[in-house]
């Protein structure tokens, strides 16, 4: 159950991004000193340590960026848009850029040929649309399934793959929602998608698990980010949600971020295919 916008780096449609830039790959900007939203923790496990995040430049994704560089990891920001690459790049000193579109298969495969040793892996990004399914369109179907399914499988078997040839351990969390599980009124096709990646997960776990890979999800409820803030923030339906969480409020951002790192980290070594709740009790009920 997410929100339309920048949750787990999600936007509600296609953004046209500008040209590449070839200066992106190589950007210098001014250090800026940014401390994460939320409390942080797991600092022995993240330091020297290289993440890949997809979705990097909003939302869930933006933050969780924020969070690891704190804790000196070395982090490779993944996103479609220049521009947002360009302002999280001035925010966030020392990241490693990375423009392009996790849908667009085989040039997916070129980009991580030669970026080197990766130790984490975090799949955020996605897009929404919420509807009814009787106006649901190809176009909608193809994108949600292109990026959301497709793209995060094929990043997560290349990841693997990088993995296993240099006989590496390393850790994966994706991004599901309550809406893969319960049936949510306008996710529909949003919930499909993500009950693919929470069974591909599963299946990866049983595959990865002898080679020391760990792969598991977070599965958050409506999460307040900017635009759910807006979208969420009133009306009857958001009070009929949040009636039915016991905890009787929607999820923050950092406390998201705090179930990835932990997922992640050590902490969690003998975890793996696991579908955890972040949802203050929703799937309880």
Not at 23 to 38: C, E, M, W
Not at 70 to 88: C, K, S
Not at 100 to 129: P, Q
Request: glycine share 8%; hydrophobic share 40%; proline share 3%.
């Amino acid at each position: 159950m997410e929100s339309e916008d920048e949750n787990c780096g999600c936007i509600s449609k296609r953004r046209k991004s500008s040209e590449k830039n070839p200066r992106l790959s190589a950007i210098n900007f001014t250090p800026v000193i940014t401390l994460p939203l939320g409390p942080v923790a797991h600092s022995e496990y993240f330091k020297g340590k290289r993440v890949l995040v997809t979705g990097a430049t909003r939302g869930i994704g933006k933050n969780l960026v924020k969070n690891l560089h704190y804790l000196g990891a070395q982090v490779i920001a993944l996103g479609r848009t220049e521009a947002d690459l360009e302002i999280l790049c001035a925010e966030v000193s020392g990241l490693h850029p990375l423009f392009i579109d996790i849908s667009k298969w085989s040039a997916l495969e070129r980009k991580l040929s030669n970026i080197g040793d990766i130790d984490f892996l975090v799949n955020c990004a996605g897009v929404s649309y919420l509807g009814s399914i009787l106006n649901t369109t190809e176009d909608q179907f193809d994108e949600i399934f292109n990026i959301n399914t497709k793209g995060l499988i094929n990043i997560t078997k290349l990841f693997a793959q990088l993995l296993i040839k240099r006989k590496a351990k390393g850790s994966i969390v994706s991004i599901s929602s309550q809406s893969s599980t319960f049936g949510i009124k306008r996710h529909g096709l949003f919930g499909a998608s993500k009950a693919a990646v929470e069974a591909f997960t599963r299946a990866a776990a049983i595959e990865f698990g002898p080679h020391g890979i760990r792969i598991n999800c977070i599965s958050p409820s409506i999460v307040m980010t900017k635009t759910a803030r807006i979208v969420w923030s009133k009306g009857k339906e958001s009070k009929n949600i949040i009636a039915k969480i016991p905890m009787k409020r929607f999820g923050e951002i950092h406390e998201a971020v705090q179930a990835i790192l932990f997922l992640l980290s050590d902490k969690s070594s003998m975890i793996t295919g696991y579908i955890m709740p972040v949802d203050g009790g929703f799937s309880a009920c």
